[in-house]
């Protein structure tokens, strides 16, 4: 075990910083977003630090109130949480600063409660993230979702109702959650990951382990929004202001694939889902279909927030695609993804934010001119766009990759013809939106076009500066990919694979 | 019948789960979405508690006060406490998740003066 703090500040410092907003608040409302902002750069420090101690002496053991497992809580940091960790932190600390003034657009009598909401909803994924206790993730999974649909309700019309829905949807996931904890607890008598993962393989023909395996799989696929479960996500994530799309598309969804990820490859030993049922084979079936579905009824979207959602739909499938194939290969393309993805999303719904900053409209056809009026967000999109579809230099492309490579060496050559066919797709949804940000203005010329809207209007610095790190650390994170999957995510993934 | 009877808990506890479930999905009325919500997961708890149940047995306390004469020292005297402890951090968390569900509910009636789900979605139209 380790006497070091850093574990347990990751979470400590935005959960009492989530506190002291609305005392602070009250006295000072234009203190609340510093104090965001110096929470969540501690968190960044501190997920940095534990990072760099996992990669120097391999995963980090730390009793909460220094009990022993499996009689205490123990937080667990190996090279996936470190990894997961960094993101959730370092993108939420994105969003905050990218997303101040739609804040102070969209809900200006509501700034302290927001920012509230928004520490308590990264508390819950960062919680979700290092703690190595089934238990104590329900907890912070909830924290997490109530924060969400707190955060989801205060959006336009239509928003209250998308957030009881999501509410529905998300309770039955946790209590599905829970049951499953109650089986395993029942038949093993313990509640510590690491312990389970020891005592479990005596028992993997009981009922009730395959039964509690089966409720993780429906609880954590609600949660995160896998295919024939993911009916809550398109209107809550429509609805939801910008600033809370921001925060809960890239991350909520993630950290969901993260907790899969964990379930079936540590709790569970590979050869459990693989071998004993064919859990990890109807998995990338149920994926292959949300790639599909959610690639083709993008294409039938105006708001492009509402596509957006749909591609989100797609791109937790090729997360689920990377765990359902369980080779190497495959759940190396996941875990890059739950990075790739995350970053994409924020990109994207960052420069959705810009946009209805600067104008309001959503719709995918009134997006013309833009390329004059924004000249620098519509770049920025542009690349993160490439991103998606999987154009070589960004980092789309090389999880993709990663994911293709894993199909053939499961010799699913159907998975990797889908994988290429939803590329496809992707880059006809988002040259739809390319092209009449770019080129309609050509066509509307010889009509004497609105000549007034082409003056240059660019988002503020502020807003701009967020997105242009993201653009950039597409671009980067791409080419430094094959360092990343040589230090990191190669021990992230489990060694008997 | 014999398989019925002697885990008795377990059924009341599915039952329970099932009316719960049916009520959250099945009714058009949100308040009664709620109230399925509520006896979804109060199954649960009970499914929990009944876990750690056991007939005759005392709470995990080694010395009792008042002279008590029976001392839990050995597993088979005592109830397992941990699943009551998890269920108090269940209980808090359905509590919250109840206050929510209401809020949402006053913020939708405050809208649209209705809380059937066919006729919101009438109105959003």
């Known amino acids: 075990m380790t006497t070091s703090p850093f574990p347990i500040l990751i979470i400590v410092v935005p959960l009492i910083s989530a506190f002291l907003v609305p005392v602070i608040g009250w006295w000072r409302k234009g203190l609340c977003y510093p104090l965001v902002i110096g929470a969540l750069s501690l968190s960044v420090f501190s997920s940095i630090f534990i990072l760099r101690m996992v990669m120097g002496q391999g995963t980090i053991h730390y009793y909460l109130g220094n009990w022993a497992p499996p009689w205490g809580i123990e937080y667990v940091i190996?090279?996936?949480?470190?990894?997961?960790?960094?993101?959730?932190?370092?993108?939420?600390?994105?969003?905050?600063?990218?997303?101040?003034?739609?804040?102070?657009?969209?809900?200006?009598?509501?700034?302290?409660y927001f920012y509230c909401l928004f520490l308590l909803h990264v508390t819950g994924l960062l919680?979700?993230?290092?703690?190595?206790?089934?238990?104590?993730?329900?907890?912070?999974?909830?924290?997490?979702?109530?924060?969400?649909?707190?955060?989801?309700?205060?959006?336009?019309?239509?928003a209250p109702f998308a957030s009881f829905n999501y509410m529905i949807?998300?309770?039955?996931?946790?209590?599905?959650?829970?049951?499953?904890?109650?089986?395993?607890?029942?038949?093993?008598?313990?509640l510590n990951m690491g312990d389970l993962s020891q005592i479990l393989p005596d028992l993997y023909h009981s009922k009730v382990v395959l039964m509690a395996f089966a409720f993780f799989i429906v609880g954590v696929g609600l949660k995160m929004a896998l295919f024939p479960l993911h009916v809550w996500l398109p209107d809550a994530y429509t609805y939801a202001p910008s600033a809370v799309t921001a925060l809960v598309a890239p991350l909520m969804t993630k950290v969901g694939a993260y907790v899969m990820i964990r379930i079936v490859f540590t709790v569970f030993k590979?050869?459990?889902?693989?071998?004993?049922?064919?859990?990890?084979?109807?998995?990338?079936?149920?994926?292959?279909?949300?790639?599909?579905?959610?690639?083709?009824?993008?294409?039938?979207?105006?708001?492009?927030?509402?596509?957006?959602?749909?591609?989100?739909?797609?791109?937790?499938?090729?997360?689920?695609?990377?765990?359902?194939?369980?080779?190497?290969?495959?759940?190396t393309g996941a875990i890059l993804h739950?990075?790739?993805?995350?970053?994409?999303?924020?990109?994207?719904?960052?420069?959705?934010?810009?946009?209805?900053?600067?104008?309001?409209?959503?719709?995918?056809?009134?997006?013309?001119?833009?390329?004059?009026?924004?000249?620098?967000?519509?770049?920025?999109?542009?690349?993160?766009?490439?991103?998606?579809i999987g154009i070589p230099p960004t980092c789309g492309f090389f999880s993709k990759w990663y994911l293709v490579l894993g199909a053939i060496n499961a010799n699913r050559w159907l998975f990797a013809a889908i994988l290429l066919i939803s590329s496809l797709l992707n880059a006809i949804l988002f040259f739809r939106v390319i092209e009449n940000?770019?080129?309609?203005?050509?066509?509307?010329?010889?009509?004497?076009?609105?000549?007034?809207?082409?003056s240059r209007d660019e988002a503020p610095l502020s807003m701009l500066i967020p997105i242009l790190v993201v653009a950039a650390g597409?671009?980067?994170?791409?080419?430094?990919?094959?360092?990343?999957?040589?230090?990191?995510?190669?021990?992230?993934?489990?060694g008997d694979l | 019948m014999e398989f019925i009877l002697t885990k008795y808990h377990y059924w009341i506890y599915i039952?329970?789960?099932?009316?719960?479930?049916?009520?959250?999905?099945?009714?058009?009325?949100?308040?009664?979405?709620?109230?399925?919500?509520?006896?979804?997961?109060t199954a649960i708890i009970l499914y929990f508690i009944s876990t750690g149940a056991k007939r005759g047995a005392t709470i995990p306390i080694v010395e009792h006060g008042q002279g008590g004469a029976m001392h839990a020292i050995h597993a088979v005297h005592y109830v397992n406490p941990l699943p009551h402890v998890l269920m108090l951090t269940a209980i808090v968390v359905m509590v919250s998740t109840f206050g929510v569900a209401l809020a949402l509910i006053i913020m939708l009636y405050r809208r649209y003066k209705t809380l059937e789900e066919d006729e919101i979605l009438e109105l959003r139209k």
């Not at chain 1, 703690?131 to 336009?156: H, K, P």
């Not at chain 1, 004993?276 to 790639?291: E, Q």
């Not at chain 1, 990109?347 to 309001?360: C, D, S, W």
């Open chain 1, 78 to 112: 190996d090279h996936l949480n470190a990894f997961v960790a960094i993101i959730v932190s370092v993108i939420s600390l994105i969003i905050a600063i990218g997303s101040k003034r739609n804040v102070e657009q969209e809900l200006p009598e509501k700034i302290v």
């Open chain 1, 127 to 158: 919680g979700i993230v290092v703690t190595g206790d089934m238990f104590n993730l329900y907890v912070f999974l909830e924290i997490a979702s109530l924060a969400g649909y707190a955060l989801i309700a205060i959006g336009e019309d239509g």
């Open chain 1, 169 to 190: 949807y998300g309770t039955i996931g946790a209590c599905f959650y829970l049951l499953s904890v109650g089986y395993l607890y029942v038949v093993t008598g313990s």
């Open chain 1, 270 to 331: 590979p050869y459990f889902s693989l071998e004993l049922i064919p859990a990890t084979a109807i998995l990338s079936w149920v994926a292959i279909v949300a790639i599909l579905f959610g690639c083709i009824l993008a294409l039938g979207q105006t708001d492009l927030k509402r596509m957006l959602a749909y591609v989100l739909i797609a791109e937790v499938g090729y997360i689920t695609l990377g765990v359902g194939l369980a080779n190497r290969a495959g759940l």
């Open chain 1, 338 to 388: 739950i990075l790739n993805d995350a970053l994409m999303m924020a990109g994207l719904f960052l420069v959705v934010g810009a946009i209805v900053y600067k104008g309001g409209l959503r719709n995918i056809h009134q997006l013309r001119w833009l390329h004059r009026k924004m000249p620098i967000t519509m770049a920025a999109f542009t690349v993160t766009a490439l991103s998606v």
């Open chain 1, 437 to 454: 940000v770019y080129f309609e203005p050509a066509r509307y010329a010889h009509n004497g076009g609105i000549h007034e809207e082409t």
């Open chain 1, 474 to 494: 597409i671009l980067s994170l791409g080419i430094l990919s094959g360092e990343i999957v040589s230090n990191i995510i190669r021990f992230a993934v489990p």
């Open chain 2, 15 to 41: 039952v329970l789960m099932m009316i719960g479930f049916y009520a959250m999905i099945g009714k058009r009325n949100l308040v009664k979405k709620i109230v399925g919500m509520n006896i979804f997961q």
